[in-house]
């Protein structure tokens, strides 16, 4: 489901933060691995590193038995040839066209917490370029004692605010989870502009909260005893 960089190919960037001892593995522009956020949580557990990027993290999903070939799907192929005709339409700062991040944040019985954020970036995003989800305190974070977070939007916008760790200081001094998502938002929208940004987020005793400044955004959730989670479709009209 990957977007496509400007010449075409499927670049992802992954992460995975373990709030028990701040540790985060990531992963950034790797091409040919089938599920990017598995690699990152090799690059969590079994280096000394927290970020690994381009061939040399292919190179380590080959040797975890992660690599594998990912194709563009033919309606992808066909938006990226419709798109390349005006890529200056697209690429215009804070008008990037964003929309494939999945982003998750759990707290387990012991009250661990985990973020992760997986994505192919934005369409037409430079080959080699890197957006918030590689990067800690940007696109995700995670605290036992505070609470996870984890972003979605225009990865340049989110790593200029450090959209993750605004909204994890907020828990931190007190704040709810969800006032803590809506004033992180208030904060990039003030800076940055509106359809910036959304973002999930739970607190160490397990309450979520989300907000959003962009059209739309979807989020889901599961507790314990749930068969399946509730889904719910956001726009901007549920920020109030
Ligand atoms: N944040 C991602 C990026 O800029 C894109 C997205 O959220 O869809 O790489």
Not at 170 to 190: L, Q
Not at 199 to 226: C, P
Request: aromatic share 4%; net charge positive.
């Amino acid at each position: 489901g990957s977007v496509l960089t400007l010449r075409g190919r499927i670049e992802m960037d992954a992460a995975i933060m373990s709030g028990r001892n701040l540790s985060c593995g990531a992963v950034g522009a790797v091409s040919n691995v089938r599920n990017p956020i598995l690699l990152a949580r090799r690059v969590l557990e079994e280096t000394d590193h927290s970020l690994v990027v381009g061939s040399m993290a292919e190179r380590l999903a080959e040797k975890f038995g992660l690599a594998g070939t990912v194709l563009p799907s033919n309606k992808r192929r066909e938006n990226w040839k419709q798109m390349r005709k005006n890529p200056a339409k697209y690429l215009k700062k804070n008008m990037a066209y964003a929309s494939d991040t999945v982003g998750a944040v759990a707290i387990d019985a012991k009250g661990n917490i985990a973020s992760g954020v997986s994505t192919g970036g934005l369409w037409l995003k430079l080959d080699g370029r890197v957006g918030d989800s590689a990067l800690v305190g940007a696109g995700f974070y995670a605290e036992n004692e505070v609470g996870g977070v984890a972003a979605t939007g225009i990865g340049e916008a989110i790593m200029n605010v450090l959209l993750a760790k605004i909204v994890h200081g907020y828990m931190a001094v007190g704040k709810s989870v969800m006032d803590a998502c809506k004033f992180g938002i208030e904060n990039i929208t003030a800076k940055k502009g509106p359809n910036t940004a959304g973002l999930v987020a739970i607190d160490s005793q397990g309450n979520f909260g989300y907000s959003l400044n962009t059209k739309m955004m979807i989020v889901a959730s599961m507790s314990e005893g749930m068969d399946r989670p509730t889904a719910k479709i956001l726009t901007d009209r549920s920020l109030a």
